[in-house]
C-alpha cells in the first residue's frame, strides 16, 4: 500500500482565535484528515516569544485544544498535541540554528513586524522562531504544510534549511511544501483591510473571534469598513468589500463570481447582513460544541496525553537520525 503523505500544522496559543485563523487553517485542516496523515501542533514554545502571562496562556492552550476538536479535527485520524510536551522541537531547534544564517533571519517580515509592535522585548527567540518552526516541520519529515499565505516566508526558509543540511550529511530531513488554501488564506482587519486580522489585535473590531455571540458579529460586519461606492465587486481597489466577500465566499462555498453576481443589485446594507449571517452559521455549531466539550476534562487530558506519546516517538526518530549525522556521540545505555 503506498504510504500516505504526512501533514504538519501549528496555531500559537496566543489568545482567542479569529474567523483568520479558522477559515485560513482550521478549516482546511479538517478537509485534509482523512487523506493525509497528519499532526496538529499547539506551539505554547513559538507563544512565549512575546510575552505571556502564565495562568492565560495554560487557559489558552487548553481552549485551543478545545476548539481543534469542536471544528472536527479528530484525535485519533491526526496527532494533536502540545509542542512542549515533546521535547525534540526544542532539541532539533538548536542544532538547526547553527544551520541558519542570520542574513536569512534578517530578512523575515514577521520578524520585524513583530519587533516593531513588541520594541520593548525584541529577544533572541522572537528572532529566531522559525527555526524551531523549521524544527517542528522537519522532525516529523512532512510533505505538506498549510498554512495561511503569512506564513509562506517561514517555509521558505524551513526548505532552506533542510535543503542546506541534506547537502551536507545526505539525506536526512523531507523537503515540505506550503499547501495554502485558495479561499479563506488571508482574512483582513475589519477595520483596516491593508493588514491582516490577527488574534493578539488590540482592537476588537478589526477581528471576529471564533466565540463571538451572532449579535456581535451581526454588529462587527455591519460596521467593518468599507468605500464610498455602493457595488459590490473584488477588487485591488476595493480591499474593505474584497474581503468581505472572501469572508463570504470562505463560508458558504460560493465563488466570487457568483457572490458579485447575488448581490449586484442590493448595494452594502444588504450584503453586510448577508455575511454576517453566513459568518454566524458558520460558528454557530463550533461554539455549542466547544461548550460540550468543555465540560469533559478527562477526555481532553487523554487526548493530549495520547497526542503527546505518538508525537513524541515519531519525534525521537529524525532527532536520533540527525544527531548521528552530525557526529553527537551516541547515549550509553
Ligand atoms: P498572532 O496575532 O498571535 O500572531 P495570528 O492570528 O497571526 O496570531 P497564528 O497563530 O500566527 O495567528 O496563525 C495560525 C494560523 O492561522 C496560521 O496558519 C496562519 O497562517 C493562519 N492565519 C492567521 N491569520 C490569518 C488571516 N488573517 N487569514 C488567514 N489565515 C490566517
Ligand atoms: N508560525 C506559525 C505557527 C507555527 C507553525 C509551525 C505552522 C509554528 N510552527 C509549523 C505550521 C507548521 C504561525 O505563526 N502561524
Redesign the pocket.
Known sequence: MEERKRIF?G??P??M??L??Y???LKNWTNLQDEYDCLYCIVDMHAITVRQDPVKLRKQCKDLLTQYLAVGIHPEKNIIYYQSHVSQHAELSWILNCYTYMGELNRMTQFKD?AAKHSDNINAGLYTYPVLMAADILLYQTDLV??????RQHLEITRDIAGRFNALYGDTFKIPEAYIGKV?????ALQDPSK??????ENQNNTIALMDDPAVIMNKVKRAVTDSENEVRYGEDKPGISNLLNIYCACTGKTIAEAEKEFSATGYGAFKTAVGEAVVAELEPVQKKIKELEQNKDYLNEVIRNGAERAGNLAAKTLTKVQKKIGFPPAIR
Open positions: 500544522s496555531m500559537q496566543s489568545g482565535i479569529t483568520g485563523n477559515l485560513g487553517a513583530k498549510p498554512v495561511g499565505e503569512d506564513q479563506g488564506a488571508r482574512v483582513m491582516k486580522m490577527s488574534k493578539s489585535d
